[in-house]
């Protein structure tokens, strides 16, 4: 059972999270076989004062 972790900045609806997931597990279920029933997707938002790109913070 694949899963699948998704680490971004806080932000994206859960309409977006689900459309997301939808396309990753469709993609995986086309290349492996693998009913998409068995596929984990995992959505972990950063706050974005967290994330910094170099020494310059996103938020």
Same mark, same amino acid.
């Given at each position: +059972?694949?899963?699948?972790?998704?680490?971004?900045? *806080? %932000? $994206? &609806?859960?309409? *977006?999270?689900?459309?997301?997931?939808? &396309? =990753? /597990?469709?993609?995986?279920?086309?290349? /492996? %076989?693998? &009913? /998409?029933?068995?596929? =984990?997707? +995992?959505?972990?938002? @950063?706050? $974005?004062?967290?994330? @910094? =790109? %170099? $020494?310059?913070? =996103? %938020?």
């Amino acid at each position: +059972m694949p899963i699948i972790k998704i680490e971004w900045a *806080a %932000g $994206r &609806s859960d309409e *977006a999270k689900k459309k997301i997931a939808e &396309s =990753i /597990t469709d993609i995986m279920a086309e290349n /492996t %076989g693998m &009913s /998409t029933d068995d596929m =984990i997707v +995992m959505f972990e938002d @950063y706050p $974005r004062k967290d994330i @910094y =790109i %170099g $020494r310059k913070c =996103i %938020g």
